[in-house]
């Protein structure tokens, strides 16, 4: 049996590593192939296409990059009609992914998607699309799960991946250790994200945040954890050129996580991992002006982070925009910093996410859901 995937960030790559993992522990002999990162290489894919280009965010910056996309989604089409895989795994990714399943489509492929585009908040057409197109859907949240049935969706819903991974492997002690900082002086962590942009777009803005933290809670220490879609220079020049002391980690992000008083990140999935970690954190967002401008006509909800959208409530402050300044990221991290009763208070709502997620075991459930459906598919 052979299995195609398609990711195109961090977080899926990392979601992509976690299923081939299982797929490979139920049936050893599965071949993996696919467009990924490093944690999918590791797990046992065999990559055609490294996603450590594909750092593109809003839609002004996409619309640039149009040609690109319809080269490499043509790319992958003729490796899927080489390699004849059983089955394509599509994992979120909408912008390409959903047309990537069209031609799957076309080609008699089975296409089954992973972590589906958020219909709950924008782009609702998109449903329909994935009811076409998609022979089955996996969803992360049981609401989605009901938006996907009733518009024609084969869907299921196992609980939220993340269950199974989001915890620390280390002590505290070892972790200080692990990292070279100090257990006497309270952690920041600073998340900017993992595609290129954001990361230049957002991690000035913290690590000047940090100079002002250093006046007002003098005993305090940073540290960034690398996406495997970054390279370690382009973080090692960002704190060169802001003068602040960081120190730069490329793995155990749970045990960052499990060290630190309060982080700030990038919105996105890093901000469900602190959630489930109970760690107090600020989420910070910036995309074009055109992107900001369409997104007030094109979102449905009220907040972009996945802790306050699951909460129905802001558990997570959120700085969007011309928030996102030095000073506002400052004066946020001041108030958990300052007050042992809203970081205690923050992390019992973090930690009330987790309650609302299912329990572990999504993984192998949805890896031996996806493995049986390639096995029906292929005896039709």
């Known amino acids: 049996m052979k299995i195609m995937f398609?990711?195109?960030?961090?977080?899926?790559?990392?979601?992509?590593?976690?299923?081939?993992?299982?797929?490979?522990?139920?049936?050893?002999?599965?071949?993996?192939?696919?467009?990924g990162g490093s944690q999918m290489d590791a797990a046992g894919v065999r990559i055609i296409y490294d996603i450590k280009n594909l750092g593109f965010i809003g839609v002004g910056e996409i619309l640039k990059k149009i040609p690109f996309f319809f080269r490499l989604r043509?790319?992958?089409?003729?490796?899927?009609?080489?390699?004849?895989?059983?089955?394509?795994?599509?994992?979120?990714?909408p912008g390409f992914n959903m047309r990537l399943i069209k031609k799957a489509k076309a080609a008699g492929i089975p296409v089954v998607y992973y972590i589906l585009p958020t219909i709950w908040a924008w782009h609702k057409s998109r449903g329909k699309v994935i009811a076409q197109y998609a022979d089955l859907a996996v969803s992360m949240f049981p609401f989605e799960e009901t938006l996907y049935r009733n518009i024609g969706t084969n869907v299921i819903y196992a609980g939220h991946p993340l269950m199974d991974v989001v915890h620390a492997d280390m002590t505290k002690e070892e972790a200080y250790r692990y990292f070279g900082?100090?257990?006497?002086?309270?952690?920041?962590?600073?998340?900017?994200?993992?595609?290129?942009?954001?990361?230049?777009?957002?991690?000035?803005?913290?690590?000047?945040?940090?100079?002002?933290?250093?006046?007002?809670?003098?005993n305090v220490q940073f540290?960034?954890?690398?996406?495997?879609?970054?390279?370690?220079?382009?973080?090692?020049?960002?704190?060169?050129?802001?003068?602040?002391?960081?120190?730069?980690?490329?793995?155990h992000i749970y045990d960052m996580m499990n060290i630190s008083t309060v982080a700030v990140a990038a919105s996105g999935t890093a901000t469900l991992e602190t959630a489930l970690m109970g760690l107090p954190t600020i989420l910070i967002y910036r995309v074009s002006s055109l992107t900001y401008t369409l997104s007030k006509f094109l979102v449905h909800i009220k907040h972009i982070g996945l802790p306050n959208i699951i909460s129905g409530r802001e558990i997570m402050p959120e700085l969007w925009q011309d928030e996102v300044t030095p000073l506002h990221i400052a004066e946020q991290l001041l108030k958990v910093l300052q007050d042992k009763k809203q970081e205690q208070q923050m992390r019992s709502d973090m930690l009330s996410v987790r309650s609302s997620m299912g329990k572990p075991g999504a993984v192998e459930h949805i890896a031996g859901t996806i493995i049986q459906f390639a096995k029906e598919k292929g005896s039709l």
């Open 6 to 35: 398609s990711a195109g960030e961090a977080s899926g790559d990392m979601h992509g590593a976690n299923l081939a993992k299982a797929m490979k522990k139920i049936d050893p002999e599965v071949e993996l192939i696919g467009m």
């Open 74 to 93: 043509d790319f992958l089409f003729q490796k899927m009609l080489e390699e004849k895989p059983d089955l394509l795994v599509c994992i979120d990714y």
């Open 181 to 218: 900082l100090d257990p006497q002086k309270r952690t920041i962590l600073f998340m900017p994200g993992s595609r290129l942009q954001e990361v230049k777009g957002l991690l000035p803005d913290m690590l000047s945040a940090a100079k002002i933290i250093k006046q007002y809670a003098g």
């Open 223 to 251: 540290i960034i954890p690398r996406a495997s879609t970054i390279d370690r220079s382009l973080l090692e020049r960002a704190v060169q050129a802001a003068d602040v002391s960081a120190v730069i980690a490329d793995d």
